[in-house]
C-alpha cells in the first residue's frame, strides 16, 4: 500500500511536470535509451521465432524514464518490427510521436495494465493456440513444471462478455482495458476467452522468458490430462522459493538474442 | 435476391458478348491483370509455407473483368507454382488457353461455386490434417476463438456419398461441384467427408488467412476437447461484430508475403 | 495364380542361367541402371525430410531386370545414402559384391517380401512414432481420409512374439522375414508390435508417398479419436475406385525430390 | 558386490594420489582428451537440435582417465556451448580450474549418479515438455518399441518433495543429489517430479540417442494412450535381448553429429 501510494506521488509529478515544462513532456521528450528499444525489437523477434506470437499479438516495455508512458511497435507483425517501428505511448494509448505510425487496435491492453500495476515493466498479448484451450474452457491452467512456477498462484480468465456483454471480443478501449487490468489484478497471467492471453513481468528478458513457458506448459497440462491419470502441480510454496531469481530468464535471453540475429 | 438478380444480369451480358465478340470472350480475352496473378502465386507459396496444402489442393481467384471466369494454377504441386502456369478457367471449367498445361481433376469445386456464390472471390480446397476429425466424425467445428470468428454460423459437412453414393472420393465433375456448392450454402467453409475442405472469401488475403486459421483453429478445438471439460465458442453475435473489416487478414498477408519472398 | 505360376517359371529361369552363365548371374552382373539408383537415393531422403525414417528404417526397390534380386542402401542413416551406397542383394539376403560395405541387420525384410509379393517392387521399413500407437494397442488402423485409401482394407499387425516366442524384436533372419510376409499377406501395408511398419508398393514413388501419407493418416485417426465422437472410414468400395491411378502419387514426388535436391 | 568394492578401492587409491602428488591431483592435472571434450560439444548441440534440451539443462561424461571427476559444460545455453566452455568437476561438484567459468547450479545430479553408480559414463539432465506428463502423474512411463528397450525395467519418479518438504525444486546441493541417485537405483533414467528427467548410459552417444528416444517414446505412448484402448509394452526379457549391443545408437550419433556441424 504505502508503495503504491509512492508510486502514484512518483505519476502524479511526473504528469504535472508534463503539463509545464515542455522538455520533460510532450511531443520532444527525449527518446528511450536505444538499448530498450533494441531489446525490444529483439522480443519482437523472438517471440515470433517461439510461435508465442504469429501475424498478431504485441510486446511492449515501460518506459525506463518516464513510468507513465511505454514503447509498443505500430501496427505490424512482431517478426517484422524494427526500431523505427517503435512508438511512445502514454496512459491514454495516445501516440507521443507518431509521425503517420498507426498504433495496435488493441493497446489499450498495455496502457491500463501499466497504469494498475507498478511492479509491471514489460507485458505481451498473445494468441498461442496452446492457451486457448483454457480460455474456453473450465479446466484451469496450472504450473506442470518449475519453469513455470510463476502461475502457480492461479491464472484467472478474462471474459470481455462479462464485462461489456456482446462485442467483437477485442479490447479496443479504456473501459475494456480497465476490466482485463481488473481480472488480471496481481497475477502474472491472465486467459482472454475466446481470445488468447496476456502475460506481464518486471523486464522484457522475463516477459518473454514466462510468455515461452506458459505456452510449453499449456502443452504439457494438455498431454498430461489426455493421460487420464491422477496429477499434481508445483506448490504454491516451492514457487515463491522458485521465483526469487530477478533474471530468471537471463540463460534462456542470451541464448534466443542469438538465435533471432543470425 | 436483387442483388443476385443483378448479378444474374451482368453475368448474362458477359456471357452474351462472349458470343458476339472475339475481343471480349474467347481464346485471345485480355488475360488477368499480373498483380492478381501475382497474388494467387504468392496465396499457393503461403499455403504450402503454412502446411494448409501439401503436394495436392489448390487455390483459386474470380478473374477481376469477368466475374464468369476464374484464376488457377495447371495441375502442380502449390509450392512451385509460377505466373506462368496460372490458368483461365471458364463455369464448365474449361481452360480458356490451356496451351498444353494440364487442368486439376477437381477443378469444378472452384466453378460450381464461383458460379453459385456471387459474394466469393477466392476459394481454397485442402487436406489439412487438423479438419479431416472433424469431417469424419460427428463432432462439429467449432470457432473456438476470434481469428475463426468466420466459422461461428457453423460448418457444413458435404458427403459424397449421400450426394452420388459410391465414388472415387472426388469432386471430379460438375454434378458433383454442385452438391458440394449446395452443401456449403451461404457457408464460409464446408467440410468434406474422408477428403478435406473447401474454404471462400471475398479476396485472394481473405481466403488464405481463413485457410490458415481454420487449421490453427481445428487444432485448437483437438486440444480443448482432450482435456474433457465443458467449453464454450464464439457467439454469432459476437463474431458478426467481429468481422466488419473487409481486410481483416491484412497484417498476416504482409508477413506471409514477406516470408515466402525470402 | 496363372499369373503367379508365370513369375515362378520366370524366377526359375532367371535362378538357372545364374548357374549356368557368369555374364547373367553372379558378382559381375550388370548393375542397375543409374536412373533407379538415383531414385532410391532420392526415395531415402525424401523419408527422412518428412520424418518417416529418421537414423534407422530403409527403404528398397526390386532390381528392374531381376525379379529375383533387390537394390538396398548398405547400414547407414537415410539422410546420407549417396549412389555409392547402393547394395544389390538376392533373395537369401545376401549382397552380391559388397566390397566391404555393410548391410542391414534386417534386409530380410525385404528379401522375404519381395518373394512372397511379386506385384511389390519397392518396400519401406519404418519406425514412424504416428504407428506405434496402432502396433502397440488393440485399436485398428483406418483410412481416415483418401490420400491413405490404400489402407481401406486393413492393416494386419505382426507380433513377432507370436511367431517366434522372446526375441530381440529385429527382423534378423529369414524365418522371421517369413512370417512378417506372411502378416502382411496380400496388404499394402503391416504394423510391427513394438517395432514399427512395413509399407510396400509397386514402385518407388508409390511406396514413399504410401509411407508419408500412411503416417499423417495415423496422426489424423488419432485426433480423430480424441475428440471422443463417432467417425467413419473411407469404404473399400470407394478406395478401390480411388487407388486406379498407377502414378497415384507423382505431384508429390514431383515435389519432394525438387525439396531435397535443394 | 564384487565389482563395486574394485571399484571403491580404484577411486581411493586416485584419491590418495590426488593427496599426495600435484603431478596427478590438483588443479594442473592433466585435461581430458581433446576428442572428449569435442564429442561432449557435439552432444550439447545435438540435445538442443533435437529439442531435448532448450536453453537449460546438461550433459555430462566422466573423465576417462580420472573416473572421480567429470566434465560438464560452465552454467550456459547447450546449443552455444565450445569447447572453451567444458569445465571439469570433482564428485563434491567443485571445477578444478574454473577460470571465473559459472557452474551450472544443479551439477550435483551428475556428482552424485557418477559417485553411486560405476557403470555410468555420460548423463544427461533435462526438461523435455513430453516427460513432464508422466513426472507429474500416476501413470508409469513405459517402453512402447525397441528404440526405447532400455527402460523396460520401469522409470522411477523423484519426488523432491519427499526427500526434503519444500523447496525450490532444484537439485542444488549433495543432499539432493545423492536423493535422486538413489530413487535412480540402478536404472537408466528417472523422471523428476514438477521437474523434468535424468537419462544415464556408458557412453556420450548412448546417452545422448536415449535421451532423444526416451522423448519419441513418451510422445507416443501419450497417443497411445489417447486412443483409449489396451497395449503392451517391451517385455523386460526382450528388452534385455535387445540391448547387447554397447553401440547401440552409432548410426543415429553418426547422422546427428554430421546434422549439427552443417
Known amino acids: 500500500m504505502a508503495e503504491q501510494r509512492t508510486f502514484a506521488a512518483a505519476l502524479a509529478v511526473v504528469m504535472a511536470l508534463s503539463v509545464l515544462s515542455p522538455a520533460v513532456s510532450g511531443r520532444q521528450a527525449p527518446s528511450a535509451p536505444d538499448d530498450v528499444i533494441a531489446d525490444l525489437v529483439v522480443a519482437n523477434h523472438i517471440l515470433a521465432m517461439e510461435n508465442v506470437l504469429d501475424a498478431m499479438g504485441h510486446v511492449s516495455v515501460r518506459h525506463p524514464s518516464r513510468p507513465d508512458r511505454f514503447l509498443l511497435a505500430r501496427s505490424m507483425p ?20 507518431a509521425r503517420g505510425r498507426t498504433s495496435y487496435l488493441e493497446r489499450f491492453i498495455h496502457s491500463e495494465i501499466y497504469r494498475a ?44 462478455r462479462q464485462a ?48 515461452v513457458y506458459l505456452d510449453v506448459n499449456a502443452r504439457v497440462q494438455i498431454q498430461t490430462m489426455s493421460l487420464g491419470g491422477k496429477f499434481t502441480s508445483v506448490d504454491p510454496a516451492e514457487a515463491k522459493l522458485r521465483m526469487t531469481d530477478p533474471n530468471e530468464y537471463a540463460r534462456a535471453w542470451e541464448l534466443w538474442k542469438r538465435k533471432v540475429s543470425r
Open 117 to 160: 500495476r507498478r511492479d509491471v515493466n514489460a507485458i505481451v498479448h498473445c494468441h498461442a493456440p496452446s492457451l486457448i484451450p483454457f480460455a474456453d474452457s473450465d479446466v484451469p491452467l496450472r504450473a506442470m513444471y518449475h519453469m513455470a512456477a510463476f502461475i502457480a498462484d492461479g491464472v484467472p480468465v478474462f471474459d470481455i
Open 78 to 97: 512482431p517478426e517484422l518490427v524494427t526500431a523505427a517501428d517503435i512508438l511512445e505511448l502514454d496512459f491514454d494509448a495516445n501516440p507521443i510521436d
Open 164 to 211: 461489456a456483454g456482446i462485442t467483437d471480443l477485442l479490447v479496443r478501449d479504456a473501459k475494456l482495458g480497465k476490466a482485463l487490468a481488473a481480472s488480471l489484478g496481481n497475477k502474472s497471467a491472465a486467459l482472454m476467452r475466446h481470445h488468447g492471453a496476456v502475460v506481464v513481468a518486471t523486464s522484457i528478458p522475463n516477459v518473454v522468458g514466462r510468455s
